[in-house]
């Protein structure tokens, strides 16, 4: 089908991004979550990224049965590439993305454009994480309005329902161009990475009088079985993105610097959990030469020593016991 041009119709208020890979089995959901609510301030923008299942006839279907819904095919370059696709095609004031395996619950979009006129910059609200077995996990939210500091401080959360989410953030449209597009080289915390560069951004332009709106309504059904276009391997991703987190936060906001490496080290938890699982000796040989220094690097930078002495309670001691297992395997060798 070809692409659906909207030039012709009356500016929408928000614009809404789904970038979308071999999705069949989810994309009727999640397009039906916005169209059904049948809001006429809304463009939605789907990208098929190179699909070679029926996901790109799914949403064309959906585009001839609503104006206000445009597919635009393109061969696969993942789906950072594919969202900057939409974010260029978008004529909204607002921005939302929406992955294609998630959906909206159906007051999604009027509660978000009742803080619209507001003088607000970005509004964030809770993900609500929806299981394959069935289970639903909301965890506490709250209802607050803060500045770009704050913002960074949500997304650099270790838990909850907030933190560094691709789709749970709406944001002016105008901050997003000065912002910068998403880093398509990252295949992880990408997220994050750019949310925080926004914050940065409305800091950087805005300054006292950036205005975030965070809302305690679940809005967002986040599945936590990811495939599709999401989820790359532990043991294949390369931490650059978190280097440009912890220098961002650094530069920004010094004080909020233990954050970042709180989360560093985290990630890099993750990693080694992994690492423990591979098969692969040279995997887990290589990262035990690049997580341990790695750790001695970030932990011990913390200004606030009740952070060092949490990072250090759920990180150092997993460390511990993978160098522990390798000196048994080495000395059972010899």
């Not at 590439?81 to 992955?99: F, K, N, P, Q, T």
């Not at 803080?115 to 970005?122: A, C, K, L, Q, S």
């Not at 506490?140 to 309005?145: F, Q, V």
């Amino acid at each position: 089908m070809a692409n659906k041009d909207l030039a012709g119709q009356s500016q929408p208020l928000l614009s809404i991004v789904v970038a979308a890979h071999n999705a069949q089995d989810t994309i009727e959901r999640c397009l039906g979550s916005v169209v059904d609510q049948h809001d006429a301030n809304v463009e939605l923008v789907v990208v098929d990224d190179g699909s070679t299942d029926d996901t790109g006839d799914l949403a064309d279907a959906c585009a001839r049965e609503h104006d206000n819904v445009r597919v635009i095919h393109q061969p696969n370059a993942g789906a950072n590439a594919a969202r900057m696709v939409g974010i260029e095609a978008c004529s909204g004031s607002w921005l939302l993305l929406l992955d294609a395996d998630d959906w909206h619950d159906p007051q999604a979009l009027s509660t978000l454009r009742a803080h619209m006129h507001e003088p607000y910059d970005v509004i964030c609200f809770p993900v609500r994480k929806v299981y394959d077995d069935g289970r639903v996990l909301e965890e506490p939210a709250r209802s607050e309005k803060t500045n770009a500091r704050g913002m960074a401080e949500l997304i650099l959360e270790p838990e909850g329902p907030y933190q560094g989410y691709m789709t749970n953030k709406c944001v002016r449209m105008e901050a997003v161009r000065q912002a910068g597009g998403l880093d398509t080289h990252y295949r992880y915390c990408e997220d994050e990475e750019w949310w925080l560069r926004v914050a940065a951004t409305l800091e950087r332009e805005r300054g006292a009088n950036t205005c975030v709106r965070i809302l305690e309504d679940f809005l967002y059904n986040y599945l936590q079985a990811k495939t599709g276009m999401r989820r790359s391997s532990l043991l294949d991703v390369d931490k650059s993105a978190r280097d440009a987190i912890v220098a961002l936060v650094e530069n920004t906001w010094p004080d909020l610097a233990y954050l970042a490496y709180e989360r560093h080290a985290l990630w890099q938890n993750r990693v080694v959990v992994a690492a423990l699982k591979a098969r692969s000796r040279s995997k887990r040989d290589v990262l035990a030469r690049v997580v341990v220094p790695a750790y001695r690097k970030e932990l011990y930078r913390h200004n606030d020593v009740r952070q060092r002495t949490k990072v250090k309670t759920a990180v150092l001691g997993v460390v511990g016991d993978f160098c522990a297992a390798r000196g048994r395997r080495h000395g059972q060798s010899r």
